[in-house]
């Protein structure tokens, strides 16, 4: 909170450096970054003391109209604070939002400003008479916008010629400033104040008057629970929670805006604020201004092989000095509140670095150089709808450099296997999900990538990692084990363990069982033995001679050493003692979607027959 708050204290002095109002920092954009580009504008004409419906009026947002339309969103069951919305439906918005505001803004203040508030009155009697003439031409005009493009209401008032907008009425401005701060004290739910008149501010420390109790731009506590409150049930002594002043208050509000508009991101569907904390405060107006680049269409992209926006930005800040940090604060909208699923704090720049080299350089190794090495196997694996806390909790450890949790993660992985396996039994093939080959390596290069960082802390220190091969020919060796011995020495640390060699060869024997089927005969029978792929150690060792049965049933002989090799790996494992079950999907495909990797004179490729 306190960054947000030094975040809004830059950009109010700034304000009033350019003689900017506070009503201006108040005020939101009703097109929502350009997501709402149509406006309805709904024109009422004003002849002496009468009032009447014109019509409905389409244009384009234009940004020089912000201080026109005048908008600032309220609570998603009730009014904006002007009759000036975003639409959800139109029938809801111009009821719930557009015709309601009238009567709120003349009971506001009808005395103060009388004239505004006869005027208002005789627009609103205009609406209420032609109500169902007014939605049926909004819905008509509606039809007139692309389905995929938002769109926003407003009214306006024509006299003699001359179009007058919600913020050319002085009522609606002092209306806007009055609700954003009232709003920070006074709960319209339980129509009480939560205020005291003198105390300490918790954000500045200074004794002011003028203390709230409703400061939260981030959902982190509510006092509508007396759970919640300090004080016991005393709902307005429940300032004491959280206690801020009004100076305070308005720089939160302003760096929240500023956060909205300039440092809200992306990370594959999960919106998050960059907050950067630069070490000396007096850093921070130029590191805003620096960062204001990061939304701007004119930023370099990075090669095509780098994952859009998402690694865009950490390339960016790998760039960045030690002498700032970040907090990246992942948030979800829901009824209007906004609430944190995960706040990081503290990240520094070197590690962003660390991150952002170890893609790089995993990518450029020979192996890995046409295989997706990325984060999207975990949007794949924990869709947002479903699973989105442990994907969060997966990015967080990345990112926090914190232990991950290998087990928790091979479940989830293997699940991901299989499905694509049940898909190549079934020669099935979808444009929107990997096929058996790319989630098999999409799986490796991430475990690959985790292990690079050292996050499943299997052994302390750093170890080298460089599988810088992709072909392993046999006449660079002296026999076959010697060629996939180099391989697992290569493919460090995944293959310290005799077991999971052995997984792997039995994987690459059946795939070579299977193209050899499958060339003969034009199926792949064998298959029907592999149990869906969720197999065990008990199935491993029940597979490995039935495969050597059939492969001399084929008249395939030459694959002796092979099992030699497995037969070695099975008794210096003690029968797989070391492997778990968790573990044999992912070998068994890996050796399954390698046999074009390991070239043998007579052999012919046949990748993903």
Known sequence: MEQVRNIGEIIYKEMKQNGVSLLEGFVEDVSGGGRYNSGLEIIIESKGDEFIYKGINLREYDELL??????????????????????????????????KAFP???????????????????????????????????????KEIPKKEGLFITAVLQVYGNRLYVGDFQLFKEKIVHDALKKFHYSKTNEKDVYKDKAT?????????????????????????????????DYEGAWRNYPVCKECAIKLELGKTYLDKNLVFSFYGRKYYLIPK????????????????????????????????EEKIIKFLAKEENSLSYDLMFIESKNAALNILLNIEDVSPSRFKKIYSALKEIRYMEFFEDKKVSFQLLNNVFPRDK???????????????????????????????????????????SKDKDSYNT?????????????YLNLFRVKEGGREMKLDNKIWNIKDFCNREAMFEDFFKCS??????????????????????????????????????LKGL????????????????????????????????????????????????????????????????????????????
């Open 66 to 99: 912000k201080m026109k339309y005048l908008y600032r969103s309220g609570a998603s069951r009730g009014t904006d604070v002007t009759p000036t919305a975003k639409v959800t439906e139109i029938k809801k918005t111009f009821k719930g939002k557009i015709v």
């Open 387 to 429: 699973y989105n806390k442990y994907f969060l909790d997966v990015i967080d450890g990345i990112i926090s450099d914190r232990r991950v949790d290998y087990s928790f993660l091979m479940k989830f992985f293997d699940e991901y296997i299989i499905d694509a396996f049940k898909r190549y039994e079934k020669d099935e093939f």
């Open 201 to 233: 501010c918790s954000l500045c420390l200074n004794v002011k008057e003028d203390i709230f109790g409703r400061v939260s731009v981030f959902r982190f506590f509510t006092i509508d629970k007396p759970g919640y409150i300090s004080s016991g049930f």
């Open 439 to 451: 989630a098999t390596f999409r799986v490796f290069s991430f475990l690959y990538f985790l292990n």
């Open 492 to 529: 460090n640390p995944f293959f310290e363990e005799d077991a999971k060699k052995a997984v792997f060869l039995t994987g690459y024997l059946t795939r070579k069982l299977l193209n050899i089927q499958f060339a003969k005969d034009g199926r792949k029978p064998f298959l029907s033995k």
């Open 104 to 142: 709120e803004a003349i009971e506001f203040s009808e005395i103060k400003f009388k004239q505004e508030s006869d005027t208002l009155k005789g627009m609103y009697d205009c609406i209420l008479k032609n109500l169902d003439s007014i939605e049926n031409d909004l819905l008509i005009k509606e």
């Open 278 to 309: 630069p070490v000396y405060t007096k850093d921070l107006s130029k590191t805003l201004k620096k960062y204001k680049l990061l939304n701007s269409d004119d930023v370099i992209e990075v090669k095509e092989k780098y994952s859009g926006i």
């Open 534 to 609: 969720k197999l065990s150690k008990k199935d491993i060792k029940r597979l490995i001679p039935e495969i050597q049965n059939k492969l001399w049933e084929y008249k395939n002989e030459g694959y002796g050493e092979e099992f030699s090799l497995i037969s070695k790996y099975m008794i210096t494992s003690n029968e797989l003692k070391s492997i778990s079950d968790l573990d044999i999907p992912f070998y068994f495909s890996l050796g399954m979607n390698m046999v074009d990797n390991f070239i043998f004179k007579e052999e012919r490729t046949s990748k993903d027959k």
